[in-house]
């Protein structure tokens, strides 16, 4: 990972402004920013350790674990609450056997929350692995609990 | 044969891809344009004839025959004439929905450089005029003049400024910044190019939320495929991290330049002192669209309609619990009922409406009887709310108010930046005030009998303290305690009290509006609706 962080800050610059496209890149290559490769970001960018936990800290989207195989991110904001969202979050708690913001032990799926995400007339919405699900059911959750067993 | 089908996140949500796939496979030259924006109606396909695109929705892929031949069961026929599209003043949104986003050709047909082609034969004063004249206000939620934050940028001596657009959008309700990246990037590009002639900046960000990808992909595509028409002006995507407090300007300013996204007291304004240090003009999404159409068709034929000091369109958002929800681009001063009960068809669900949350998560409750608002920045900062970005969500009966005003509190927690102690901490109080607030009602114990220490009002804690010093352990364990429900007044009127006391402190000890704001979603919803927080309701009004 050193060596990704390196050549990245190369190409696209070693600026304090590129902190958070650094940090974007990593999580896209490894799923989440080890709290080991921290010296290597602040190196890379010319700033101190403390700045880079900081950041990596502040902002909801980074992880500092390895994320679920699967990850549902399920939106909990009004306009889906307004739709029967609250259900649907415990129906899918239940039946992905995780809680809210968790990874399940076996590390197959997160659940996890996020506040909306521009789709606010067609909810309950989430995200499966990246991909836009809408008017979220009984049945859509059997099928979603199907995909990410697999 | 030629069929138009959306790539909209949210026509994809909804399975548009399947259908493309489908009619492509069934020898159709398939073009991909953006949202409509009436999701009742998606997927949604329009057919090429010769009396103009014929519109089917919902359909499946399996509905690909009966398209075709026009038998299917979902004819809409023109989509211009259906009643959700034929009242709007599409001013910014005329392309959208129409066109192949990313298609140079299309947006050069559809009137697309004409802006910034008149704006790059005025001078930069010039310019600066029009979009005073237009009357044009900032569409993220302040409301500030456009023309006036131009002109102080315009005015800042500097060597290099700078354009940034709020594309964080953060607002639940709302996602008019996301159909137009998605379905008419160029109109964003076009309306930044003109400000960058306009204040003399060199370099732009467009800053999205990570939540957004489809938006990212094509703003970066577009970016691309436009540098050419826009040069020397550069352009660059920002991609935000999930923080809700980035959507503020000055933390937005700091996630940018690679720090947490903290608010910045102000002054300096970011005109003067904005990214980099450097002379910065930050607009929504939706105030640069709009600049073009302003360059175009004259200041004059924007400030036309509208009302009082609200000038031109705004793209209202349907959301929530609404049977036609989508994008509504219309003059302001339409009333708030003919929006949510005539436009939208009230709920989806069927069931009368009970609530309307406009202006997103900072935003006030409203009940029908407030229907009479017309869509305007004062009536309703008077009426003690905000438009905001102009999302509407919508709730019917079955909504619990006291657990709306909950979730407001816990998600001023959840996002707080963390810069001042009423929003950071008042928040989390907030929440604890509110779950004690529901337990009572749901216990259905009014009055608490006899509590240990009667702390209606902070006031009193302050003398209920001051008497106990020196009392040793007791103190002690009073102190250590005093936030345990054994030890406070938990009575609903106590609570709603301190509730309110709580509310005070935000609104005026907060630095920006996260804290500030916080309490009109949860004061609105006491007010309103003070049944759902085990108080007497209120007396109806005749005439609703
Ligand atoms: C907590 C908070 C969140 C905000 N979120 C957004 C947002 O997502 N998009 C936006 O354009 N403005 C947002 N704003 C308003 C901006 O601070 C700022 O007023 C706006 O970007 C100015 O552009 P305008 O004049 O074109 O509206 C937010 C403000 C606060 C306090
Ligand atoms: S009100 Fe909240 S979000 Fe705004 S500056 Fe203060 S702590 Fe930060
Ligand atoms: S509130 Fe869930 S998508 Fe907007």
């Given at each position: 990972m050193e060596e990704f962080i390196g050549a990245w800050a190369v190409r696209h610059g070693a600026t304090r402004d590129r902190l958070l496209p650094l940090l974007h890149a990593i999580q896209e290559e490894a799923g989440y920013i080890d709290d080991a490769w921290v010296p290597a970001i602040a190196k890379a960018l010319n700033i101190s350790r403390a700045d880079v936990h900081g950041v990596i800290t502040f902002y909801h989207d980074f992880r500092r674990t390895p994320p679920g195989r699967h990850v549902v991110k399920l939106c909990r904001a009004e306009s889906c609450q307004a739709r029967g969202g609250a259900a649907i979050e415990t129906a899918a708690a239940k039946l992905l056997g995780v809680a809210m913001g968790e990874t399940r032990a076996d590390g197959q799926v997160a659940l996890e929350p996020v506040y909306c995400l521009g789709l606010c007339a067609i909810g309950p919405n989430a995200l499966i692995d990246g991909r836009p699900v809408a008017r979220i059911d009984a049945a859509a959750l059997e099928r979603i609990a199907l995909e990410v067993a697999a | 044969m030629k069929v138009f089908v959306s790539r909209d996140m949210a026509s994809v949500a909804l399975g548009a891809n399947d259908v493309a796939r489908a009619f492509a496979e069934a020898g159709c030259d398939v073009v991909r344009t953006g949202s409509r924006g009436l999701f009742s109606i998606e997927p949604l396909v329009e057919v090429e004839t010769k009396e103009g695109r014929i519109a089917f929705g919902p359909v499946g892929p399996g509905d690909v025959a009966a398209v075709l031949d026009g038998s299917h069961a979902n004819r809409l026929g023109r989509i211009e004439h259906l009643l959700f599209f034929a009242g709007q003043q599409r001013f910014t949104f005329g392309r959208c929905g129409v066109i192949d986003p990313l298609s140079l050709d299309d947006y050069a047909a559809h009137g697309g450089w004409q802006g910034l082609g008149t704006a790059r034969v005025m001078t930069p004063q010039q310019v600066v005029d029009a979009v005073k004249a237009s009357g044009l206000r900032g569409r993220g939620g302040a409301g500030f003049p456009t023309g006036i934050k131009w002109q102080t940028v315009l005015d800042a001596p500097a060597g290099a400024k700078f354009i940034v657009c709020?594309?964080?959008?953060?607002?639940?309700?709302?996602?008019a910044d996301r159909m137009l990246m998605e379905g008419d990037p160029y109109c964003l590009i076009e309306g930044m190019a003109i400000a960058a002639h306009a204040v003399g900046a060199g370099h732009g960000h467009i800053y999205i939320r990570s939540e957004y990808p489809y938006c990212i992909a094509t703003m970066r595509a577009a970016i691309q495929a436009s540098a050419h028409l826009v040069a020397p002006f550069v352009l660059e995507v920002r991609e935000g991290?999930?923080?809700?407090?980035?959507?503020e300007e000055t933390a937005l300013l700091d996630s940018i330049e690679g720090k947490r996204g903290q608010v910045r007291a102000k002054p300096p304004l970011p005109a003067l002192?904005?990214?980099?240090?450097q002379p910065t003009v930050i607009n929504n999404v939706l105030s640069l669209a709009a600049v073009p159409f302003i360059m175009v068709e004259g200041a004059e034929a924007y400030a036309a309609v509208g009302f009082g000091r609200s000038r031109g369109t705004m793209p209202v958002q349907l959301a929530g619990n609404v049977r036609h929800g989508g994008l509504y681009e219309i003059g302001f001063g339409i009333t708030l009922g003919e929006l949510v009960n005539e436009i939208g068809g009230g709920t989806a669900s069927g069931r009368p409406v009970r609530a309307v949350q406009v202006g997103g998560p900072l935003g006030a409750y409203f009940p029908?009887?407030?229907?009479?608002?017309?869509?305007d920045y004062e009536a309703f900062a008077a009426a003690g709310g905000l438009i905001g970005h102009a999302g509407i969500t919508v709730f019917d009966e079955s909504v619990d108010m006291a657990h709306m005003a909950r979730f407001a509190m816990e998600f001023c927690a959840a996002e707080s930046?963390?810069?001042?102690t009423p929003c950071r901490i008042g928040s989390t109080r907030g929440v604890e005030i509110m779950d004690r607030i529901i337990g009572a009602r749901d216990a259905s114990v009014s009055v608490r009998p006899e509590p240990v220490e009667g702390l209606s009002s902070l006031a009193d804690k302050g003398k209920a303290s001051t008497g106990s010093v020196g009392t040793g352990e007791g103190y002690l364990n009073r102190a250590l305690y005093s936030r345990s429900p054994d030890r406070i007044d938990v009575s609903i009127a106590a609570q709603t009290g301190l509730l309110r006391d709580l509310a005070d402190t935000m609104k005026y000890g907060s630095?920006?509006?996260l804290g500030g704001f916080t309490p009109y979603p949860v004061l609105s919803a006491l007010d309103y609706f003070p049944e759902d927080f085990g108080a007497p309701a209120p007396i109806k009004e005749a005439a609703e």
């Amino acid at each position: 990972m050193e060596e990704f962080i390196g050549a990245w800050a190369v190409r696209h610059g070693a600026t304090r402004d590129r902190l958070l496209p650094l940090l974007h890149a990593i999580q896209e290559e490894a799923g989440y920013i080890d709290d080991a490769w921290v010296p290597a970001i602040a190196k890379a960018l010319n700033i101190s350790r403390a700045d880079v936990h900081g950041v990596i800290t502040f902002y909801h989207d980074f992880r500092r674990t390895p994320p679920g195989r699967h990850v549902v991110k399920l939106c909990r904001a009004e306009s889906c609450q307004a739709r029967g969202g609250a259900a649907i979050e415990t129906a899918a708690a239940k039946l992905l056997g995780v809680a809210m913001g968790e990874t399940r032990a076996d590390g197959q799926v997160a659940l996890e929350p996020v506040y909306c995400l521009g789709l606010c007339a067609i909810g309950p919405n989430a995200l499966i692995d990246g991909r836009p699900v809408a008017r979220i059911d009984a049945a859509a959750l059997e099928r979603i609990a199907l995909e990410v067993a697999a | 044969m030629k069929v138009f089908v959306s790539r909209d996140m949210a026509s994809v949500a909804l399975g548009a891809n399947d259908v493309a796939r489908a009619f492509a496979e069934a020898g159709c030259d398939v073009v991909r344009t953006g949202s409509r924006g009436l999701f009742s109606i998606e997927p949604l396909v329009e057919v090429e004839t010769k009396e103009g695109r014929i519109a089917f929705g919902p359909v499946g892929p399996g509905d690909v025959a009966a398209v075709l031949d026009g038998s299917h069961a979902n004819r809409l026929g023109r989509i211009e004439h259906l009643l959700f599209f034929a009242g709007q003043q599409r001013f910014t949104f005329g392309r959208c929905g129409v066109i192949d986003p990313l298609s140079l050709d299309d947006y050069a047909a559809h009137g697309g450089w004409q802006g910034l082609g008149t704006a790059r034969v005025m001078t930069p004063q010039q310019v600066v005029d029009a979009v005073k004249a237009s009357g044009l206000r900032g569409r993220g939620g302040a409301g500030f003049p456009t023309g006036i934050k131009w002109q102080t940028v315009l005015d800042a001596p500097a060597g290099a400024k700078f354009i940034v657009c709020n594309a964080d959008e953060g607002d639940s309700g709302t996602f008019a910044d996301r159909m137009l990246m998605e379905g008419d990037p160029y109109c964003l590009i076009e309306g930044m190019a003109i400000a960058a002639h306009a204040v003399g900046a060199g370099h732009g960000h467009i800053y999205i939320r990570s939540e957004y990808p489809y938006c990212i992909a094509t703003m970066r595509a577009a970016i691309q495929a436009s540098a050419h028409l826009v040069a020397p002006f550069v352009l660059e995507v920002r991609e935000g991290a999930g923080a809700y407090v980035c959507g503020e300007e000055t933390a937005l300013l700091d996630s940018i330049e690679g720090k947490r996204g903290q608010v910045r007291a102000k002054p300096p304004l970011p005109a003067l002192q904005g990214l980099f240090g450097q002379p910065t003009v930050i607009n929504n999404v939706l105030s640069l669209a709009a600049v073009p159409f302003i360059m175009v068709e004259g200041a004059e034929a924007y400030a036309a309609v509208g009302f009082g000091r609200s000038r031109g369109t705004m793209p209202v958002q349907l959301a929530g619990n609404v049977r036609h929800g989508g994008l509504y681009e219309i003059g302001f001063g339409i009333t708030l009922g003919e929006l949510v009960n005539e436009i939208g068809g009230g709920t989806a669900s069927g069931r009368p409406v009970r609530a309307v949350q406009v202006g997103g998560p900072l935003g006030a409750y409203f009940p029908p009887s407030m229907f009479h608002l017309p869509f305007d920045y004062e009536a309703f900062a008077a009426a003690g709310g905000l438009i905001g970005h102009a999302g509407i969500t919508v709730f019917d009966e079955s909504v619990d108010m006291a657990h709306m005003a909950r979730f407001a509190m816990e998600f001023c927690a959840a996002e707080s930046c963390g810069k001042c102690t009423p929003c950071r901490i008042g928040s989390t109080r907030g929440v604890e005030i509110m779950d004690r607030i529901i337990g009572a009602r749901d216990a259905s114990v009014s009055v608490r009998p006899e509590p240990v220490e009667g702390l209606s009002s902070l006031a009193d804690k302050g003398k209920a303290s001051t008497g106990s010093v020196g009392t040793g352990e007791g103190y002690l364990n009073r102190a250590l305690y005093s936030r345990s429900p054994d030890r406070i007044d938990v009575s609903i009127a106590a609570q709603t009290g301190l509730l309110r006391d709580l509310a005070d402190t935000m609104k005026y000890g907060s630095l920006c509006a996260l804290g500030g704001f916080t309490p009109y979603p949860v004061l609105s919803a006491l007010d309103y609706f003070p049944e759902d927080f085990g108080a007497p309701a209120p007396i109806k009004e005749a005439a609703e």
